[in-house]
């Protein structure tokens, strides 16, 4: 992803079109969060958000495109049970405060529109919204 937003020679840029959907993963935002340093993960959120604002920026300043970015459907990884609410630094506190996070940027830039899949698996249940081959 990071290529095709911030190499402007690349496919994105050449196609030039009207909207950009950014559809990123919980599995990966999961991933990414137990790769930081433990002493980071309680900032993990604002890291996401400003990924977030810097592909924003450099996208709606090359062109003329709105962006569509996707909240995080929630995973429980269980690592402090029922205590992950009271936890700055777990992986579900750090999730629910990134798409709240997103909201606010949604709120924030004209041009940001946000795709809820975490209402959605809240409507659908988590089996519906992913699908492990994919």
């Given at each position: 992803m990071d290529l095709q937003v911030f190499d402007p020679t690349s496919e994105l840029y050449n196609f030039s079109p009207d909207?950009?959907?950014?559809?990123?993963?919980?599995?990966?935002?999961?991933?990414?969060?137990?790769?930081?340093?433990?002493t980071q993960q309680g900032l993990f959120s604002e890291y996401v958000a400003n990924t977030t604002q810097q592909y924003y920026d450099t996208i709606t300043q090359r062109m003329r495109a709105k962006l569509i970015i996707n909240t995080y459907p929630e995973i429980n990884d269980?690592?402090?049970?029922?205590?992950?609410?009271k936890i700055n630094m777990s992986f579900l506190?750090?999730?629910?405060?990134?798409?709240?996070?997103?909201?606010?940027?949604?709120?924030?830039?004209?041009?940001?529109?946000?795709?809820?899949?975490?209402?959605?698996?809240?409507?659908?249940?988590?089996?519906?919204?992913?699908?492990p081959k994919m």
């Open positions: 909207f950009v959907f950014i559809n990123r993963c919980t599995e990966k935002l999961m991933k990414d969060f137990y790769k930081t340093d433990k269980g690592v402090f049970g029922n205590f992950a609410a506190y750090q999730q629910r405060k990134t798409n709240i996070a997103l909201m606010d940027l949604g709120r924030q830039l004209k041009d940001l529109f946000i795709c809820d899949l975490g209402a959605l698996q809240s409507e659908l249940r988590y089996r519906f919204v992913f699908d």
